[in-house]
Structures are given as C-alpha cells and as structure tokens.
C-alpha cells in the first residue's frame, strides 16, 4: 500500500526520472474476458485523455466497456480536485455506488485520477468509504493491471498513489472517443506553484515526452485518418525545458505543423512562458489553429501577485495584444477566478476593465475555492460568498456581451468546420470553426463526421452560431 504525501508531492529536484515502456504481464492479459467495466470521468482534458489509456488498459485485461454503470462489474471514477464542486459531484457518485454495491456483492469500485492525490481523500477512503476497492493515484496507471487483480484476487482494499512523480510511461495503449480528434499528451505536470491551485501537488514536476515519441504518435494518428490533434499539458509552453537546451513548445509546433494534419490545438499555456518564436509558429502555419487559451485569472496586479502568477496585467496585455496582432483572426480565451482571498471591489474593477479591454472570445469564470496543502488557504479571506455570486454575476455579464458581439462580426462569413454530429434539434450538423466556435448548420448535400466543410454564418448567438453549408 502506497498513501499519499503533500510534502513529497510539493518537492521538487533534479532527480532523473525513469522513462519505462507499458507491458501487460502475460498472465493478466485477457484474464477478465466477459466482464464489464465503466469509466465516469470529471475534470479536465487530461484525465478523459487518462481515462482513454485506463480503458485500453481494462480491455487488454478483458473487460469490455458499457454505457450504463448499473450493466458494470467493475466501476472507475476518474475524479478531479481543482475545486469543491468536483469533489462533491465524485463522492455523490460515490454515494450511489454504495447503493448498488449493496445490492451486487461482487461489484468492483475502484477511484483514481487527482482526488486520490488527496491525503485527506484516501483517509476518508480508508476510514469512511471501505466499500471502495482500490485507488490508484495520476502516477500509478501503468500499475493498473496488477492493483485490479490484486484487488479482484485478495478482496483487500489496494491503495497505490505515488506522490512524488513516478515514471514517464510510454506506449500505453489508448481507445480514443473520438475517431477525428485526438488528445495528445506533450507534458505532464506542473511547476508553476500559482498559490490558489492543487495540479502541482496531484500531477506532479513538469516532465515532458521525447519529441520523437509526440511525432511518431502524430503521424500514427494521421495514418489513422485522424484530422485534429490537441497538445495536451498543463501548462504546454513549459514543453521541453527540462529535458532539452535548446527545443522548447515554438520548436515542437513548427514540427508538428510540417505533417500532414489538418488541424493542431494546444492547451494550456501560461502567459508566462509564452514565447515569440510560438506566437510566429501559430500566425505561420494554418493547420496550427488562431486560437489560444490564455488565463489571466485577475486584472489586479495585487491579486495576481497574491496568486503567484508570475506576471502583471500590463505584460498580460502586452502578450495578449502580440499574439492578437500577429497570429489574423485569433480568438483568445481565459480563465478568471473572482473571490480570492484579499481581492476588493477595486481589485474586481480592474478584472471588469481587463475582461473589457480583451473582449474574450470565450470565458471560464469562477470563484475561488480553498484546496486545502495550497498557500492561499492561508490568506484571509474576508468576501461574503454572496458577494463573490455577485461579482460572478457580473463579470459574466461582460464577458458574455463581448461573445455575442464577436460572433456577430462572423455573420455572413464562411468558416471552415469539422464536421462531428448531428446537433441535439436533429434537424442540424454541428462541428467546431477554426476558432474553436460551435456551429450548427444546416446542408443540402450529404456530408460526413470528419469532413471539413465551408459553413456560411446565418446568425450569431452568444455561445453559438447558426449556419449553412456550401
Ligand atoms: N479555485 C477556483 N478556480 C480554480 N482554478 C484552479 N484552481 C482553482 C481554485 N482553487 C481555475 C483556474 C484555472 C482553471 C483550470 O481552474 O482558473 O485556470
Ligand atoms: Fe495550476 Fe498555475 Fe499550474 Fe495552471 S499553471 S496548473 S493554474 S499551478
């Protein structure tokens, strides 16, 4: 049993990491053939992209996959800590595990993913929640194998949650949900510390994959007729810093950018580490997406300090107007967290009049959440959650005048949209623009998911637009 430990996972050194290749161990491959396993991921990109690889893992061991967790044998929350309302959605699930355990003895439950990075979490498991079979921590997916069968076969609680970041861990198998677009991981972990966030304690010190590994998995997946990749890491600008002199994420774009993939996304980037020769990759290359997520989290220079972020509004807005200037048609997204300790109703004026200088394309807001390990629990907090609903209330208000008023500027362009589904009216196709807008539309000719078609815009609305094919 391996428990985990905040001042493990808080350290960091120069430590050479092990960098291992996935084998499943010839006596569990295919032992579980005919049983059923389910996946309930919460969170981010990187864990559905964690719960891509668990499922191939699951399968290679013979489980097969269902829709409906009441069909399962084996049930698996892939859960995410980054604040509260996570938490408390993945123990009321939890919750109706219980239940159903209650009436199906041999029912696996089995958590993983950030929550059981948790010290807290995994003794409230081990205390509260004994009807949970195993937990496996971010590090630990290529043990997968051998903690389930250990946990099938012995009927003991397995508890395996490296801290400190084990091993990179290459050749993992994957099922991917979708057959255009695919998630790929560039680097994992984070160094960054910003004062408010649990990542650098859950995913551990920024380890990035070999360059070769990220193009042979790219040409692999245009070989597979794949038209979209996203670069996958916490913060995807830190890329290869701790492994090269001399090639970082400009370098891996521009590479990236030379196969014959139609389309390439990344994210996230902290501003911080944003450099020119990136911002001219994306503006260069056209099968790099214009469109950027960059969080600024505040307006307030006192708040963004208080957070660690490393930067000032003017430089974010000195970053912010680069890549608008260079990169035609950018759209730039971002996160904002209101509410944190210390921020007063100047510090929020400043975030009203940041939101309003950038006019976002799209916007995450939130307010702040007290992580427990994390440096901002410290700090006093004197806002009333009431007047922390308020202050969302109305950053929302602006950010949302500005989505409306940049999707109205595209009406009666043509986009180029890669075609995913019929939309939930039916009666349309929806697909994602350059920019990464929504797109429902309608076509008199018959066109297919994956294909990249012209949509001329009809209407704009907030979070959407409406259109017709070409
Ligand atoms: N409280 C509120 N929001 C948070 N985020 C990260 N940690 C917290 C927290 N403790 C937000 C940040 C980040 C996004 C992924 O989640 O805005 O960019
Ligand atoms: Fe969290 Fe900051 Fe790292 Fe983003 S850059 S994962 S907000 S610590």
Avoid at 237 to 260: F, Q, R
Avoid at 364 to 378: D, L
Avoid at 396 to 416: I, W
Wanted: proline share 3%; with cysteine; hydrophobic share 35%.
């Amino acid at each position: 049993m391996k428990l985990p430990d905040y001042k493990e996972a808080r350290s960091r050194d120069k430590r050479k990491y092990n960098r291992l290749t996935f084998k499943i161990d010839n006596n569990i491959e295919k032992k579980y053939n005919g049983k059923k396993y389910f996946i309930k991921t919460y969170g981010c990109q990187m864990n559905e992209h964690d719960s891509e690889n668990i499922s191939a893992i699951f399968e290679a061991m013979g489980f097969e996959s269902v829709s409906d967790y009441h069909d399962a044998d084996l049930v698996l929350l892939n859960t995410c800590s980054i604040r509260e309302n996570a938490h408390n959605k993945a123990f009321g699930m939890l919750g109706r595990l219980k239940h159903l355990k209650s009436q199906k003895k041999d029912l696996l439950i089995g958590i993983c993913g950030c929550m059981a990075q948790e010290v807290k979490v995994v003794d409230e498991i081990l205390n509260d929640y004994k009807f949970v079979n195993f937990v496996f921590g971010t590090h630990n997916i290529y043990q997968i194998p051998e903690i389930v069968d250990k946990a099938i076969t012995s009927s003991k609680q397995q508890i395996e949650v490296f801290s400190r970041e084990g091993d990179l861990v290459e050749g993992l198998p994957v099922v991917r949900t979708n057959s255009y677009k695919a998630y790929v991981n560039i680097i994992y972990g984070c160094d960054k510390f910003c004062t408010y966030c649990i990542v650098p304690y859950t995913r551990g010190r920024e380890r990035s994959r070999k360059k070769e590994d990220i193009i042979e998995e790219v040409k692999t997946l245009v070989k597979d007729g794949y038209k979209e990749v996203t670069l996958l890491g916490q913060n995807v600008n830190a890329y290869g810093k701790d492994l090269y002199d001399d090639y970082n994420m400009g370098d891996l774009l521009e590479d990236i950018a030379k196969l014959d993939i139609p389309r390439i996304r990344f994210m996230t980037s902290h501003p911080w580490d944003f450099t020119d020769k990136m911002i001219e990759t994306i503006g260069k290359y056209p099968n790099i997406m214009p469109s950027v997520h960059l969080p600024v989290q505040s307006g307030s220079n006192k708040i963004l300090k208080l957070m660690g972020r490393r930067y000032t509004r003017e430089s974010y807005l000195d970053l912010f107007h680069k890549i608008k200037n260079t990169v035609p048609n950018v759209s730039i997204s971002t996160d904002i967290i209101v509410g944190f300790p210390l921020e007063e109703e100047e510090d929020f004026q400043e975030t009203l009049s940041l939101a309003e200088e950038c006019k976002f394309d799209n916007a995450f807001t939130f307010i702040f959440s007290e992580r427990e390990g994390t440096p901002a629990c410290k700090l006093k907090d004197n806002t009333s959650l009431k007047e922390k609903e308020d202050r969302l209330y109305r950053l929302n208000d602006v950010v949302n005048k500005y989505f409306l008023e940049n999707n109205k500027k595209l009406e009666g362009k043509t986009l180029k949209v890669l075609v995913e589904g019929v939309s939930e009216k039916k009666d349309m196709y929806f697909g994602y623009s350059e920019t990464n807008k929504l797109i429902n539309f309608t076509s008199d000719r018959d066109i297919y998911c994956g294909d990249i078609v012209d949509v001329e815009i009809t209407s704009a609305k907030t979070w959407s637009l409406d259109g017709k094919c070409k």
